[in-house]
């Protein structure tokens, strides 16, 4: 019987680890930061930069209570084994979440997306295994499950990918099976469903859908639908993601070796979540000037439907996500509005 999410952070006050998190100044990444901070733990964080920003570890060690832990940071790129080794000196878990991200960007420059997010990862694995580290988790994605049509998504039922990022991180969940294998690193696979919540970048061509519309609507700016809206997504928030990689990182040998799917459980469409952010906004005095939809043609490589299975992280892991969709983007919104980084022009 797995521990639940309340014991480990018990657990890991009363006895501190140090801790690497790659890509930790990434949106994902440096909420794993803010919450082993709170949690008093020693923390070393790895980024290059070419996602994250400085403004995240920024805002993470403004956070209160982050000053219960100790922060170093190393200015790097996954793909320097250098740079990884310096990282991972030391350190009992790791917490891989460094990656290029982006079905579109992966099309456009599939090479650069290979070698960020293969070889980086492997440049990981393979300091992780030299530094003898007790447990490493990486973030793998739902993209994985490719053309399946089955509903919800299962581990073991996989279809082919349809994006040179879906095939770099089905390539990483083999590398770590082989690693776990050959070698006995002590790795856990994350499957995250469309992650959302504060920090998430909501510019560039590649932003993801639900900080780019929130941006959008403030700013009086079109909302774009690639396709008829109902298009859907399984909405995952960050806090229920900074749960599962501390239940990863803690949990029972059993669970090593495995890969598993990290989301809420419910299906949202892309009509729905328009209009949830519109109203959400509006609740918030804050009444876009622009609050129509316009839709444009299907992507290429774009899943249609996605629905996770989470019941293996609930058995194996004690996964039990906190915050529905609804309650995630209360405070997501909340926090856009206040932050300024989305300030009507």
Same mark, same amino acid.
Request: aromatic fraction near 8%; proline fraction near 4%; charged fraction near 20%.
């Given at each position: ?38 949690? &008093?733990?020693? @923390? $070393? /964080? #790895?980024?290059? !930069?070419?996602?994250?920003? %400085? +403004?995240?570890?920024? *805002? ?123 070698? &006995?690193?002590? @790795? $856990? /696979? #994350?499957?995250? !469903?469309?992650?959302?919540? %504060? +920090?998430?970048?909501? *510019? ?123 309650? &995630? ?17």
């Amino acid at each position: 019987m797995p521990r639940s999410f309340a014991d480990v952070q018990n657990d890991l006050r009363t006895q501190p680890r140090r801790w690497l998190v790659t890509g930790a100044a990434g949106f994902i990444g440096s909420s794993l930061v803010q919450a082993l901070l709170e949690l &008093g733990q020693d @923390v $070393v /964080g #790895l980024d290059n !930069f070419a996602t994250g920003y %400085r +403004r995240n570890l920024d *805002d993470v060690l403004a956070q209160p209570g982050t000053e219960r832990g100790s922060f170093a940071f190393v200015e790097g790129d996954i793909r320097d084994r250098a740079a990884v080794d310096e990282a991972m000196r030391g350190a009992h878990k790791v917490l891989h979440q460094a990656a290029l991200g982006s079905v579109p960007r992966s099309l456009l420059d599939p090479m650069t997306s290979h070698t960020v997010n293969v070889d980086g990862t492997l440049n990981v694995f393979l300091a992780a295994r030299e530094a003898g580290v007790d447990r490493l988790v990486y973030a793998s994605s739902s993209s994985v499950y490719g053309d399946h049509p089955g509903l919800p998504k299962v581990e073991d039922a996989i279809g082919n990918a349809l994006s040179p990022y879906a095939a770099t991180k089905r390539t990483d969940e083999i590398y770590a099976r082989v690693f776990h294998q050959a070698y &006995g690193l002590p @790795v $856990v /696979g #994350l499957r995250y !469903f469309n992650v959302f919540g %504060r +920090r998430q970048d909501p *510019d560039g061509p590649y932003a993801a859908v639900m900080p780019k519309w929130i941006a959008q609507l403030l700013k009086g700016e079109d909302c774009v639908i690639f396709g008829d809206g109902e298009t859907s997504r399984d909405f995952c928030y960050i806090k229920n993601v900074v749960q599962a990689n501390l239940l990863g990182a803690m949990a029972d040998d059993a669970a090593v070796g495995e890969v598993y799917n990290i989301a809420y459980g419910e299906r949202t469409t892309l009509n729905t979540l328009f209009e949830l952010l519109r109203d959400g906004l509006r609740n918030l005095g804050h009444a876009p000037r622009q609050d129509e939809v316009v839709y444009h043609d299907f992507r290429p490589g774009d899943v249609r439907h996605s629905l996770a299975d989470t019941s293996k992280a609930a058995r194996m892991l004690g996964y039990a996500p906190e915050y529905s969709v609804r309650q &995630g983007l209360a405070e997501t919104l909340a926090w856009y509005v206040e932050s300024g980084i989305t300030q009507i022009s």
